[in-house]
């Protein structure tokens, strides 16, 4: 089979090509703001995952080896927010090759309890694509922490679900935007489109799937709205990559769409927080709606940060 070059499309990283230069203290900065978002969802995953296995003896080993996660991850989150930005590099270098060294077993076992479900060899009521989802998150995110310390790019398309398979993906930390030239930016742009535009897609049939039947008809429905929403421009974004164009109009309605996702998780976790859903619960974790918030947000930042010229 062939290979894709992981060299082509090299990005605008002239220091990184001379060992002898001083450390890139700003990708190690940028890298320490995306650890900072992703490894307390990452500690998420685990909690869900934990918490999703059926308790029947066969699962034991799975719940224990997530509950283990669940724990180191959190340790490593206190350590991350603990971390100032002004750190020493070692400091910066070593949280961030740990970061990597956890999060890539984190993936292993997501893909171990992935096909365990589709084959039916373990049980739980976590949805196996939701694992494949939560992997998915996890390479994208120890992808763009790979591509903050070299010119190697490890992750490909496919591993992140998105279309053309096996080009390398360009995704960077939003803080090293500034880097690229328009050409990468671009692909960058289009990425991490039809990447939340999958995820969120997701995000909301998952809720869609949870709410209570018939008394929570009301959430169902918009949820499924959100779904059909960030479908299309899923589709969208295949065909801005397409025709190169239209690209601007993308983003603004991306931004639309997740101002308004983001604005009824809040509502929704308020509710839900508070008790004043209908029957006063949902069949999901009330952190699933957080955690969801959070990730959508994330994306807005990176709406935001994608400034041509
Ligand atoms: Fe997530
Ligand atoms: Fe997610």
Known sequence: MNQPNPFSDAPYWPHLMNPRVAPDREALIAALEEMRVWTILMAEHAKFIRLGLDPNPQQEEFFRTADQFAIQLDMLYSRTIATPPTAPNEILYQLREETITLVNQLILLKEQIFNALESCQALGILPAILIDHV???????????ERSKSNLQTRTRQRLGLKDGNRYAQTVPRLLYHRL???????????????????????????????RPEVQEKYRKRALRFKDDYHNLMLQAKEVESTRSDLGKLLEENKKLSFSFRDYLTKLLDEISTCRIPTGQTNFPPLLADHMRREVIYFIDILERIRFG
């Open 135 to 145: 992997r998915r998150e996890a390479d994208r995110f120890v992808g763009t922490l």
């Open 181 to 211: 030239p328009p050409e990468q930016l671009f692909t960058v742009a289009i990425e991490e489109s039809m990447f939340f535009d999958r995820t969120h897609a997701e995000h909301a049939e998952h809720l869609s799937m949870s709410f």
